[in-house]
Protein backbone atom coordinates (compact mmCIF):
# COMPACT_ATOMS: atom_id res chain seq x y z
CA UNK A 1 0.00 0.00 0.00
CA UNK A 2 1.17 3.59 -0.86
CA UNK A 3 -0.20 5.97 1.42
CA UNK A 4 0.38 10.50 0.45
CA UNK A 5 -0.75 13.33 3.17
CA UNK A 6 0.08 14.20 6.13
CA UNK A 7 -2.49 11.84 7.93
CA UNK A 8 -2.24 8.91 4.93
CA UNK A 9 -5.41 10.88 3.19
CA UNK A 10 -4.75 9.01 0.24
CA UNK A 11 -4.16 5.52 -0.23
CA UNK A 12 -3.66 3.25 -3.22
CA UNK A 13 -3.79 -0.36 -2.77
CA UNK A 14 -4.46 -3.58 -4.10
CA UNK A 15 -7.00 -5.66 -1.48
CA UNK A 16 -6.14 -9.38 -3.49
CA UNK A 17 -8.99 -8.80 -5.96
CA UNK A 18 -9.23 -4.90 -6.50
CA UNK A 19 -7.24 -2.39 -6.82
CA UNK A 20 -8.28 0.70 -4.94
CA UNK A 21 -7.42 4.54 -4.66
CA UNK A 22 -9.10 5.59 -1.45
CA UNK A 23 -9.16 9.45 -0.50
CA UNK A 24 -10.65 10.81 3.13
CA UNK A 25 -10.50 14.28 2.70
CA UNK A 26 -11.09 16.85 -0.43
CA UNK A 27 -11.79 15.77 -3.81
CA UNK A 28 -9.94 13.65 -6.42
CA UNK A 29 -8.78 16.07 -9.03
CA UNK A 30 -7.66 14.87 -12.52
CA UNK A 31 -5.96 17.57 -14.08
CA UNK A 32 -5.65 17.48 -18.16
CA UNK A 33 -6.96 18.18 -21.38
CA UNK A 34 -8.47 14.66 -22.49
CA UNK A 35 -9.01 11.92 -20.25
CA UNK A 36 -9.81 8.41 -21.55
CA UNK A 37 -10.58 5.13 -19.47
CA UNK A 38 -10.32 1.94 -20.99
CA UNK A 39 -10.52 -1.79 -19.47
CA UNK A 40 -7.73 -3.42 -17.93
CA UNK A 41 -6.79 -5.28 -21.67
CA UNK A 42 -6.70 -1.28 -23.04
CA UNK A 43 -8.36 -3.04 -25.93
CA UNK A 44 -11.90 -0.95 -25.04
CA UNK A 45 -12.53 2.11 -24.34
CA UNK A 46 -15.22 2.84 -21.46
CA UNK A 47 -14.91 6.39 -21.23
CA UNK A 48 -13.70 9.76 -22.80
CA UNK A 49 -13.63 13.37 -21.62
CA UNK A 50 -12.52 16.05 -23.99
CA UNK A 51 -11.63 19.56 -22.70
CA UNK A 52 -14.18 21.85 -25.03
CA UNK A 53 -14.32 18.58 -26.80
CA UNK A 54 -17.75 16.82 -24.81
CA UNK A 55 -18.05 13.61 -22.84
CA UNK A 56 -18.01 10.15 -24.71
CA UNK A 57 -19.96 6.92 -22.60
CA UNK A 58 -19.36 3.47 -24.31
CA UNK A 59 -20.78 0.39 -23.71
CA UNK A 60 -19.11 -2.91 -25.13
CA UNK A 61 -16.68 -0.73 -27.02
CA UNK A 62 -19.83 0.79 -28.76
CA UNK A 63 -20.56 4.74 -28.00
CA UNK A 64 -24.24 4.89 -26.34
CA UNK A 65 -23.60 8.38 -24.86
CA UNK A 66 -22.34 11.72 -26.00
CA UNK A 67 -22.46 15.19 -25.04
CA UNK A 68 -21.69 17.98 -26.83
CA UNK A 69 -22.30 21.57 -27.39
CA UNK A 70 -25.36 22.70 -25.53
CA UNK A 71 -26.29 20.19 -23.78
Request: aromatic residues 8%; hydrophobic residues 35%; without cysteine.
Amino acid sequence: MASFGASDDLKIFHDGSNSKIVNTTGHIVISSNSVDINNAADNETLAKFDHDGGVELYFDNSKKLEVLTGG
